[in-house]
T-cell receptor, first 115, second 110 residues
Framework: DAGVIQSPRHEVTEMGQEVTLRCKPISGHDYLFWYRQTMMRGLELLIY????????DSGMPEDRFSAKMPNASFSTLKIQPSEPRDSAVYFC?????????????FGPGTRLTVL | GESVGLHLPTLSVQEGDNSIINCAYSNSASDYFIWYKQESGKGPQFIID?????DKRQGQRVTVLLNKTVKHLSLQIAATQPGDSAVYFCAESHGQNFVFGPGTRLSALP
């Protein structure tokens, strides 16, 4: 199994540009999570899906952030327009059976730098 | 790599010695705790967990201690090896709400 796959691994963009981060969960996993990691705030849950349906998006910082899961094998996190304070590492995780932390498998992350 | 931690607290330990990494949590209602290891360029990896009805749990070379009185969690790594060098952070949860700690960078010195 290839594990959770994220792309790109690194993204550098200018303020105001649209950024799209991509995630392919582990095959067969019903839950998908998007996290953001910064020095100041640590790891934060942004949103999670169950069977492609967004369940809890209370962690999404503002309307500039949106996430979709068009099918069981693909999800995107979009930031439009991007701002320098969005610079962080964004992780995608998936799990087979639920939201329990010990059941989540993390991808390698995307390091986003907004200039 | 895809890890955050340029200015994290650092713990340097001689190879073969034991490491103790500490974590203070904030919510007295938290009933489940977990330790992660994050290597450079990788996502967090589950190490060990503990429920609030326990005060100690052991795994392979790792032990987690929970002190609910002072809301403190520790991770002990026995006989630290070069492969243990990474950022370690804890997480607390209550139901579907979880909070992650900032992390400590462990360096195993030869």
């Amino acid at each position: 199994d290839a594990g959770v796959i994220q792309s790109p691994r690194h993204e550098v963009t200018e303020m105001g540009q649209e950024v799209t981060l991509r995630c392919k969960p582990i095959s067969g996993h019903d839950y998908l999570f998007w996290y953001r990691q910064t020095m100041m705030r640590g790891l934060e849950l942004l949103i999670y899906f169950n069977n492609n349906v967004p369940i809890d998006d209370s962690g999404m910082p503002e309307d500039r952030f949106s996430a979709k899961m068009p099918n069981a094998s693909f999800s995107t996190l979009k930031i439009q327009p991007s701002e320098p304070r969005d610079s962080a590492v964004y992780f995608c995780a998936s799990s087979l059976a639920g939201v329990r932390l010990n059941e989540q498998f993390f991808g390698p992350g995307t390091r986003l730098t907004v200039l | 790599g895809e890890s955050v931690g340029l200015h994290l607290p650092t713990l340097s330990v001689q190879e073969g010695d034991n490491s103790i990494i500490n974590c203070a949590y904030s919510n007295s209602a938290s009933d489940y705790f977990i330790w992660y290891k994050q290597e450079s360029g990788k996502g967090p990896q589950f190490i060990i967990d503990i429920r609030s009805n326990m005060d100690k749990r052991q795994g392979q070379r790792v032990t987690v201690l929970l002190n609910k009185t002072v809301k403190h969690l520790s991770l002990q790594i026995a006989a630290t090896q070069p492969g243990d060098s990474a950022v370690y952070f804890c997480a607390e949860s209550h139901g579907q709400n979880f909070v992650f700690g900032p992390g400590t960078r462990l360096s195993a010195l030869p």
